[in-house]
């Protein structure tokens, strides 16, 4: 795992200065203490910082192919690099190292770009071919590895794994995009199709580029999808036999490593299997680690240590305390870009507690989205039902009607917050989920923005985005349109965001098995009814694992990582929930009412209404913004 940016003239191969690179790599230091490079040529420079995880000692970056004629600055993991070596050989390639990343030079060379289908992992890489004067950057089948890009006022295209890479070029200027601000406060983080900086660009994931010299900037080429229109047709049995065998392979695959490696295990289903699964295929106890919250309520470490009692694993566990909530400021650094996934913190302290003993651990990320293991997914999958029953133009007037008059109940469990349901029932099933996924309707937005502000977003709305993914996904029915809107939305945004910056803030190699692109594609093509049964989500997974895993962990009501901001905006940090109306970021930039941020802020600390999850929002926009030291 590592940290990668450079430069490149795409106008004029003008000659790169490799200060200017190191300086880039300088500020990606966390991602890779071990080592550091620069390489530059007519017209491209690339930079590497190297947490050493496989070949120690061999295979530093960049990276020259054998024959000199390419040179590659990678930050991942190729996880079938050692299958794929053995391939080239026999086709007469020649290998100086041991690691992965000279794998990819060879298989470039042997393939092109069709090499990239061959690699089965999590990656971003820029490699330049010599001959061909081309520089390709790529980034892997789910975007778990970032890269962020951005084209200067001298006509260069710069790189790097994180925001803060480019920030340290001295040509890079910091001006808020409003509609990444718009999607922020509609999700609660930038997605990829946005960055919160105008003017620069995240590679989607499953893309590449590829630059040339004398010709102008192309768009990123898709070279992966999920597809969801395939069936399996096989029996249950038959498909719970091939899913412990891809899990299997996922899991094992994962754990090639020549430093310390454990896993993270919060004692549910997704990071339990994994668990299970390492302890079958180790000789030596797994090491695993928790973190627990001193709130009863929110605290999940008793089945966590269940699962390590079972597996025999050497466990470590750590509570959080409700005063954690002095690290946001350190939360805001790590991420650049404003990201309000309260879980991010415990997430940061579970990785902490991991980099104490591993430099490796192994998540349960994933199966979620590529299972249907979301509430949400099972309630959209419900609510698609009762859709069919009824005629568009129908639908509107019964459930919109009811739902308006309906009393708001946001506090409540989904199943009793009728006026969300009937709302959501009244549109299209596409807009009813991304209603549901969203964090603030467009008229909470409306409510709280400037009228010139939202003058100008020119009728941009951040949930219609989400909404054309649904619609053109390769998919059969709303269940697959809202797992294929989680796999390549919401997951690269939040989820895998959250665990890149946490992990990588402190130089902790995270790998996710269950993210597996052949396990998710045999997931896409599993039936509705292996997917989610009444209201059970993930029922396939579920099965397979009963030979596995105790029933009150299989099947007991899904948690996950929650903090107690509700209670923090009340209590320790009212005073910033204050003083968001006045904040100097905020209050001169007239993106947003301070009347309005106010009477939000008072309406919370009173007890009133629970506006916590906007309020962080707002807090960690503020703290983020305070940090890049934009302008507005």
Request: hydrophobic share 40%; glycine share 8%.
């Amino acid at each position: 795992m590592c940290g990668i940016a450079g430069l490149f003239h795409a106008e004029t191969p003008k000659p790169v200065d490799p200060t200017r690179v190191e300086g880039m790599c300088n500020a990606l230091v966390h991602r890779g203490p071990d080592g550091a490079g620069v390489w530059t040529d007519h017209g491209v420079g690339l930079g590497h910082r190297r947490l050493s995880i496989i070949d120690l000692e061999g295979s530093p970056q960049p990276m020259h192919s054998a024959d000199g004629r390419a040179v590659i600055v990678f930050n991942g993991e190729i996880y079938n690099f050692r299958e794929l070596r053995r391939e080239l050989e026999l086709g007469g390639a020649q290998f100086r190292t041991s690691g992965d990343t000279e794998v990819i030079l060879a298989a470039y060379q042997r393939w092109g770009l069709d090499c990239l289908e061959k690699l089965h992992g999590m990656f971003a890489f820029a490699l330049f071919d010599l001959d061909k004067r081309c520089l390709l950057l790529a980034r892997d089948r789910f975007g778990v590895k970032p890269l962020f890009l951005t084209k200067l006022s001298d006509g260069s295209v710069a790189f790097a794994s994180e925001l803060k890479g480019l920030l340290a070029h001295p040509l890079m200027r910091r001006r808020v995009d409003p509609q990444a601000l718009e999607a922020y406060m509609t999700w609660g983080y930038v997605p990829d199709s946005h960055s919160i900086l105008s003017g620069v660009e995240k590679l989607p994931a499953g893309h590449f580029l590829l630059l040339e010299h004398g010709k102008p900037m192309p768009a990123p080429r898709r070279w992966w999808d999920i597809d969801f229109t395939q069936r399996a047709t096989e029996s249950e049995a038959d498909l719970s036999a091939e899913l412990v065998h891809l899990l299997r392979e996922a899991v094992q695959s994962r754990m090639v490593s020549d430093v310390p490696l454990g896993a993270f295990l919060s004692g549910g289903v997704d990071s339990s299997s994994v668990v299970a699964l390492m302890s079958e295929a180790s000789a030596e106890p797994v090491r695993t680690c928790s973190i627990g919250f001193d709130v009863a309520a929110l605290d999940e470490t008793s089945y966590a240590q269940q699962i390590a009692e079972k597996f025999g694993t050497q466990h470590e566990a750590r509570t959080v305390g409700q005063d954690d909530f002095t690290a946001i400021d350190d939360i805001a650094a790590m991420f650049d870009e404003p990201f309000a996934d309260a879980s991010a913190l415990p997430t940061w302290r579970v990785c902490q507690l991991a980099r104490e003993k591993v430099t490796v651990a192994l998540s349960g990320d994933g199966a979620d989205e590529a299972f249907a293991g979301y509430r949400r997914q099972v309630f959209h999958h419900n609510e698609e039902r009762v859709r069919s029953l009824l005629p568009a133009g129908l639908r509107e007037p019964m459930f919109g009607g009811l739902g308006r008059m309906w009393p708001k109940a946001d506090w409540a469990p989904r199943p009793f917050r009728a006026k969300s349901t009937l709302l959501a029932l009244a549109e299209s099933g596409e807009a009813g989920y991304a209603r549901g996924l969203s964090v603030t309707t467009p008229d909470a937005r409306g409510h709280l923005y400037t009228p010139s502000f939202a003058k100008g977003l020119n009728g941009f709305r951040a949930e219609d985005e989400l909404i054309e993914i649904m619609a053109n996904a390769p998919a059969r029915s709303g269940l697959d349109r809202a797992q294929y809107a989680d796999l390549t939305f919401w997951m690269p945004g939040d989820i895998l965001t959250k665990v890149d910056r946490t992990s990588m803030a402190v130089s902790l190699e995270a790998r996710e098995p269950l993210l597996d692109h052949r396990l998710v594609e045999f997931a896409a093509r599993l039936p509705e009814r292996m997917r989610v049964k009444r209201s059970t989500g993930k029922f396939l997974l579920k099965k397979c694992m009963e030979r596995y895993l105790p029933q009150d962990i299989l099947y007991r009501s899904k948690q996950g990582f929650v903090t107690p901001i509700a209670d923090w905006l009340r209590g320790p940090l009212r005073k910033e929930a204050r003083a968001i109306a006045s904040s100097s970021v905020l209050a001169q930039s007239d993106w947003f009412d301070p009347k309005a941020l106010s009477a939000l802020a008072e309406a919370h600390i009173s007890g009133r209404s629970d506006n916590s999850r906007v309020l962080w929002q707002l807090l960690m926009l503020e703290k983020s913004l305070s940090h890049l030291g934009v302008s507005d």
